[in-house]
C-alpha cells in the first residue's frame, strides 16, 4: 500500500519560507518521479513541481518557478519542496503524489 506523509507545513508572513517534507513507502521510490500538487480554498487541485526518479530534473509551474526548489533523498525515501518568497497565493493544502496516490496533506498559510 502506497503511504505518502506529508510534513512542514504552517503559517508564515508573506516573504518568508518553508521547506515541506513527504516520507513515502510502500512501493520503490527510486524507481518513480513525485509530484507536488497544491489545493487553495475553494479552487482545484494545481499541479506544482515534480522530480524524476534520479533527481536530476525537475518542473515547476510557472507560479512558482523561481521560488519553490524540489529535491528528493533516494536513501530516505523523502521528496521536498523549498519554498520560498512565498505569497499569499501560495496558501494551499500541499500534497505529495505519486501514480494516483496522495497523502494527507499539509496546510501552508502566508499572511501577514
Known amino acids: 500500500e502506497v503511504q505518502l506523509a506529508e510534513s512542514g507545513g504552517g503559517m508564515v508572513q508573506p516573504g518568508g519560507s518553508l521547506r515541506l517534507s513527504c516520507v513515502a513507502s510502500?512501493?520503490?521510490?527510486?524507481?518513480?518521479?513525485m509530484s507536488w500538487v497544491r489545493q487553495a480554498p475553494g479552487k482545484g487541485p494545481e499541479w506544482v513541481s515534480a522530480?524524476?526518479?534520479?533527481?536530476?530534473?525537475?518542473y515547476y509551474a510557472d507560479s512558482v518557478k523561481g521560488r519553490f526548489t524540489i529535491s528528493r533523498d533516494n536513501a530516505k525515501n523523502t521528496v521536498y519542496l523549498q519554498m520560498n518568497n512565498l505569497t499569499p497565493e501560495d496558501t494551499a493544502v500541499y500534497y505529495c503524489?505519486?501514480?494516483?496516490?496522495w497523502g494527507q496533506g499539509t496546510q501552508v498559510t502566508v499572511s501577514s
Open positions: 510502500g512501493f520503490p521510490f527510486t524507481l518513480f518521479g
Open positions: 522530480i524524476n526518479m534520479g533527481g536530476d530534473m525537475t
Open positions: 503524489y505519486v501514480g494516483n496516490s
